[in-house]
C-alpha cells in the first residue's frame, strides 16, 4: 500500500513527477499526440511514494489508471503542463519530467470541426512552438531542487542525451532508446542509461518499468544524501 508510506530514504521530500503525453487541439473533435502511455512516470511516482516521499503526479492524458496515495494534477496541453509544473515545482525537492511534450501545436484551434472540401487533395498544418517546460524550470531552479530529464531517441541516444542534459541545466537525464519494439513508449520493459551532469554512465538491462523506476528513486535518494 503505497498510501501508508511516510518513513524511507524520501520522507520529508516533496517529489514532482509528470507522466503522459501532451494532446494540442486542432478542433472540437481533433489533436495531435504521441505514443506516450503514462506508464514510466506512474512507475517513478509509485517508487517516490514507496520511499516516503510526498509525491504530485502531474498525467497529460494517461492510458492507464493512476497509483494511489499520489496528488493526481489532470492535464491535456503543453500550455496546462507548463503551468502545473510551475506552480507545483516552487515548493518541490525533485522534478522529474517523464512526459513526452509535444514539441509543436497546431498555429490555431478552429471553433468548429474542421470540413474536408471537394476540391482539397491535401492540406497543410501551420504547427508553431511549445514552450521548452525544462528550459523555463532551469531558470527559477533552486541549487538545492534537483531535476532530472528523460532523452526519447531513435538514434544517438548518448551524443544527444548528452546535448539535452547541458542545454536543460539538469542533474541527470534518463535516456530512453525508443526505437525498438517492447521497450520505451507503450511498453511494459524499459531499458535506459542514467546519465549524470558529471558524464558519469549506468547502464539498466531491459527490465520492467518498475524497476527502472526504484532504480531512479535509489540514484536521487543517494544524490540527496551527499
Ligand atoms: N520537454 C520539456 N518541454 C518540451 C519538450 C520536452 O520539458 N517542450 C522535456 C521532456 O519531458 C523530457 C526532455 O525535455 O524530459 C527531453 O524531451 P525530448 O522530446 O527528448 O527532447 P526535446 O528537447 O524536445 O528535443 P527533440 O524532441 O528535438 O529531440
Ligand atoms: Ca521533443
Known amino acids: 500500500d503505497v498510501s501508508a508510506a511516510a518513513t524511507g530514504p524520501l520522507a520529508g521530500k516533496k517529489v514532482v513527477v509528470t507522466a503522459?503525453?501532451?494532446r494540442e487541439p486542432l478542433d472540437p473533435v481533433r489533436y495531435l499526440t504521441n505514443h506516450s502511455s503514462g506508464k514510466m512516470g506512474f512507475a517513478i511516482a509509485t517508487a517516490a511514494r514507496q520511499a516516503g516521499a510526498e509525491v504530485t503526479l502531474i498525467a497529460?492524458?494517461?492510458q492507464i489508471t493512476p497509483p494511489e496515495g499520489i496528488q493526481l494534477v489532470k492535464v491535456e496541453t503543453a500550455a496546462e503542463l507548463l503551468a502545473a509544473v510551475k506552480a507545483q515545482f516552487k515548493n518541490a525537492d525533485i522534478l522529474v519530467m517523464a512526459a513526452a511534450v509535444a514539441d509543436y501545436r497546431?498555429?490555431?484551434?478552429?471553433?468548429k470541426k474542421i470540413k474536408k472540401t471537394a476540391d482539397?487533395?491535401?492540406m497543410s498544418l501551420e504547427l508553431v512552438r511549445n514552450p521548452d517546460i525544462l528550459k523555463e524550470i532551469s531558470t527559477i531552479k533552486q541549487a538545492n531542487q534537483i531535476v532530472v530529464?528523460?532523452?526519447?531517441?531513435?538514434?544517438?541516444?548518448?551524443?544527444n542525451a548528452e546535448k539535452k542534459i547541458k542545454s536543460k541545466n539538469l542533474d541527470l537525464?534518463?535516456?530512453n532508446d525508443v526505437s525498438q519494439a517492447g521497450i520505451?513508449?507503450?511498453?511494459?520493459?524499459?531499458?535506459?542509461t542514467f546519465l549524470f551532469a558529471d558524464g558519469r554512465q549506468i547502464k539498466t538491462t531491459i527490465e520492467s518499468k518498475s524497476k527502472v523506476a526504484s532504480q531512479l528513486i535509489d540514484i536521487i535518494s543517494n544524490k540527496?544524501?551527499?
Open 20 to 22: 503522459g503525453g501532451t
Open 60 to 62: 497529460a492524458n494517461p
Open 106 to 111: 497546431p498555429a490555431e484551434v478552429a471553433k
Open 120 to 122: 482539397n487533395q491535401t
Open 149 to 159: 530529464g528523460f532523452a526519447a531517441e531513435t538514434n544517438d541516444l548518448i551524443a
Open 173 to 175: 537525464i534518463v535516456a
Open 184 to 192: 520505451g513508449f507503450n511498453a511494459d520493459d524499459n531499458q535506459v
Open 224 to 226: 540527496l544524501q551527499k
